[in-house]
């Protein structure tokens, strides 16, 4: 006799199925820790920027704001020892330039940056997002600065 009988074919299946289960099971739990990884840098990408621009927020008076209007991309900051700092939006970075010509980014993947001002209070608005596969992550930061030096 050649061939497999209906048992052994049964048994051969089932085996299949356990080994593809396992395989889809690991590429499962990889996809979700690179998803969850990717979600972490948004969040780092948008705490970062605005660790640069608070930092020097604080530093600035309420007078010394220049070119912010109500959901501006914009704004330029003078603080005691510093005059023209301009952090802006650029594709999809958040750039710092100072002196005139000299920039640096301080975040990627950004596709929000909204300045606005309430009193004595600048609201600072990051919006980062990334396509992972097949679907789209966002993360959204807001954080509030009081200027000091008024």
Known sequence: M????????LVATVIFILVISGIYGVMNVANL???TDSGADLQQQCRNASAWITREAREASLASIINI?????????D??????????LNGNQVIREYPAGNTRIVGNSITSLRF???GGLLVIQIT???????????FTFQEQVKLRNE
């Open 2 to 9: 050649k061939g497999f009988t209906l048992i052994e074919t």
């Open 33 to 35: 820790s690179f998803s």
């Open 69 to 77: 209007d109500e959901n501006s991309d914009s704004i330029s900051l």
């Open 79 to 88: 603080t005691p020892d510093k005059t023209g700092i301009v952090y802006f």
């Open 116 to 118: 606005s001002q309430d």
């Open 128 to 138: 980062a997002s990334r396509q992972i596969l097949l679907r789209r992550l966002s």
